[in-house]
């Protein structure tokens, strides 16, 4: 399940191979790519051109033309909505104290080291959960007092990787 967010709401989607279910009720529409970022959607007996005008990776946004009007739509997926879960959103304000491991993992890359200056938003190590890589951001402004983990160590969930 990812969340998608535009124009001020939310909605959860989840996909198979076959459909699509937007807020649990199935979407009945077809889409075909045809290639180079344009698509045709068909719904409701209508027909749209729809495009994709940029993709931002680090700010999980996708910026879209769909017939004559353009969206901007942020995707937040599973491990992105558990980490907000557990606190460690990037709107999170005040003090950092300390960055815990939101599941168990395998730490593949530190982007830190005691003494580096951090603000909200910077990456600070990579972990790998679930045969995917991800990237652990510091929630609020601060300076790393000691990083407690060594790159291709394994953490357990809740373990304090990074003091501020």
């Known amino acids: ?16 191979d076959k459909t ?3 807020n649990g009720s199935q979407l009945m529409w077809d889409l075909v790519a045809l290639g180079n ?11 749209f051109p729809a495009e994709v005008i940029k993709i931002d990776r680090e700010s999980k946004t996708v910026d879209l033309k769909i017939g004559d009007q353009r969206y901007s739509v942020r995707v937040r997926g599973e491990i992105e909505l ?7 959103n990037t709107s999170a304000s005040g003090k950092i104290n300390a960055i815990k491991a939101p599941m168990p993992g395998l730490i593949i890359d530190l982007r830190v080291q005691p003494g580096d200056s951090v603000k909200a ?18 929630p609020g402004e601060g300076v790393v007092k000691t990083v407690k983990v060594k790159k291709g160590a394994s953490v357990e969930k809740g373990q304090v990787m990074i003091e501020f």
């Open 20 to 22: 699509i279910q937007v």
């Open 121 to 138: 938003g910077d990456a600070l190590l990579i972990l790998e959960a679930m045969k995917m890589e991800n990237i652990i951001k510091a």
């Open 82 to 88: 558990l980490m907000e879960k557990m606190g460690m």
């Open 1 to 16: 399940m990812v969340q998608v967010q535009f124009d001020g709401k939310s909605f959860d989607v989840q996909t198979d």
């Open 37 to 47: 970022g344009q698509f045709h959607i068909r719904y409701n007996n209508k027909s």
